[in-house]
């Protein structure tokens, strides 16, 4: 099963500006206009911050913005703060088989 | 308010079969494709297995592809995930999700599943 590649760890001090990147595929992000962003607390359930590469689910902060080219996408997390110290994944759409691909994720620290 | 709740999971020796059960509310069970997506501890998300809303479609990733069947119960608003011939390397907190067009809106807490001798 393809897994897509992020960064192990980005980090930022409050109130700067990071951006996490997705490396896929043609077969994945390449093909398809639906790349998922998750956020994860230790110990926590992933929750949806970002789908279809830049939409924002109800509720979540617009300090968290998506893009995507080619065969690649990024989440750039805009005003750090500390409760953004979390894991973050992206998946993409991959068709039949396998329907999803995540990436083995990113941890973020606020310095 | 959409709740998703899992349940079933264990310690099982490597082989052996656990069955785990997601009970849905506080939206329309029965017109939503759903999935469950697996973590290994420490490790990233790994999407597992599909089902439609009606259950006639189904897909599974290659590694538990005959092992593992997913089916649903619109009546009662549950998923359930048969896991069979299990491995060690099937170890994970497993998550059922909600899904929207082509991603997961929302997940359960998951049950954590451990296969060791």
């Known amino acids: 099963q393809s897994v897509l590649t992020q960064p192990a760890s980005v980090s930022g001090s409050p109130g700067q500006s990071i951006t996490i990147s997705c490396t896929g595929t043609s077969s994945d992000v390449g093909s398809y206009n639906l790349v998922s962003w998750y956020q994860q607390h230790p110990g926590k359930a992933p929750k949806l911050i970002i789908y279809e590469g830049f939409k924002r689910p109800s509720g979540v902060s617009n300090r968290f913005s998506g893009s995507k080219s080619g065969n690649a996408a990024s989440l750039t997390i805009s005003g750090l703060q500390a409760e953004d110290e979390a894991d973050y994944f992206c998946c993409s759409y991959g068709g039949v088989s396998p329907r999803y691909v995540f990436a083995t994720g990113t941890k973020v620290t606020v310095l | 308010e959409v709740q998703l709740v899992e349940s079933g999971g264990g310690l099982i020796p490597p082989g052996g079969s656990l069955r785990l059960s997601c009970a849905a509310s506080?939206?329309?069970?029965?017109?939503?494709?759903m999935s469950w997506v697996r973590q290994a501890p420490g490790k990233g998300l790994e999407w597992v297995s599909y089902?439609?809303?009606?259950?006639?479609?189904?897909y599974y990733a290659d590694f538990v592809r005959g092992r593992f069947t997913i089916s649903r119960d619109n009546a009662k608003n549950s998923l359930y995930l048969q896991m069979n011939s299990l491995r060690v390397e099937d170890s994970a907190i497993y998550y059922c999700?909600?899904?929207?067009?082509?991603?997961?809106?929302?997940w359960g807490q998951g049950t954590l599943v451990t296969v060791s001798s």
């Open positions: 999700a909600k899904e929207g067009l082509r991603h997961f809106d929302n």
């Open positions: 506080g939206f329309s069970f029965s017109t939503y494709g």
């Open positions: 089902i439609s809303t009606s259950s006639f479609t189904i």
